[in-house]
């Protein structure tokens, strides 16, 4: 069966565009024009995925993500916006957003980022999906190996439960997005191990956006941010030029 998307988007011009889009791309869609019958929708039908606008009247995007959110539902969230400042996009994954596009999209972009989403939904298997460790490292860092079974990963200081999608630094749990989690899981299995940041798109959003794209950086920033504890060491590095390791220093 096709997989459904429920598409809210003010704009008719761009809303009929990408509703001709994603159909012709092989996706059962449902456009809607504001806020609240994306709400009524997403009630009714649970959608595989949703892509939302940021600005609409009434409801807008953001309302519409923190509304499912806070009910449960963890359906992922694309999220359509105009506004290009880090604050503007941290904003919308503080309302529990799993990914962003910057207006004007191209629309092959809104399909690799719509692919990656569906496929973390799709069921973990014995070493499948991001799971398996990652050829794609530069270097390893001396330390204590993670510890990896088909349920949980462990790695310096971290425990995550893959089943359950829960994650905690010491005793205290992360609240954690779709993307987040995953990204986390990724550096956590390969902890020790410097991971450039075309293998971190590849494995989180299926596509390379190339070396302009500031959607690693912010999810990195914002990881951080959810991580980091006053007086413990900071787990996740840069490595200038290169990309990211998680190791406890």
């Known amino acids: 069966m096709p997989q459904t998307v429920l598409l809210a988007e003010d704009d008719r011009a761009i809303r009929h565009a990408l509703e001709r889009?994603?159909?012709?791309?092989?996706?059962?869609?449902?456009?809607?024009?504001d806020g609240v019958e994306a709400l009524a929708h997403a009630h009714r039908t649970s959608p595989d995925v949703l892509v939302l606008d940021v600005m609409m009247p009434g409801i807008d995007g953001l309302q519409v993500c923190r509304v499912l959110r806070a009910e449960g539902d963890r359906t992922p969230i694309l999220m359509l916006t105009a506004l290009v400042e880090t604050a503007d996009r941290i904003a919308g994954l503080d309302a529990?957003?799993?990914?962003?596009?910057?207006?004007?999209?191209?629309?092959?972009?809104?399909?690799?980022?719509?692919?990656?989403?569906?496929r973390r939904t799709l069921?973990?298997?014995?070493?499948g999906g991001s799971g398996g460790g990652v050829g794609g490292g530069v270097a390893t860092e001396a330390g204590r190996e993670p510890q990896v079974s088909d349920r949980q990963v462990e790695a310096a200081g971290l425990r995550m439960d893959l089943q359950a999608r829960r994650a905690w630094r010491g005793r205290r749990e992360l609240e954690l997005t779709r993307t987040e989690f995953e990204l986390l899981e990724l550096l956590a299995r390969n902890a020790g191990i410097v991971l450039d940041h075309s293998t971190i798109y590849d494995r989180i959003w299926g596509y390379d956006f190339g070396p302009g794209s500031k959607n690693l950086a912010v999810y990195v920033g914002y990881l951080r941010r959810k991580l980091d504890e006053p007086g413990a060491p900071q787990l996740i590095h840069t490595v200038r030029g290169v990309g990211y390791v998680l190791r406890e220093d």
Do not use: M, S
């Not at 889009?21 to 024009?33: I, K, S």
């Not at 069921?123 to 070493?127: A, E, I, Q």
């Open 96 to 118: 529990g957003a799993d990914d962003y596009v910057v207006k004007p999209f191209d629309v092959e972009e809104v399909f690799a980022r719509l692919r990656a989403l569906l």
């Open 21 to 33: 889009a994603l159909t012709l791309e092989g996706y059962e869609v449902t456009a809607v024009a």
């Open 123 to 127: 069921p973990v298997t014995t070493g």
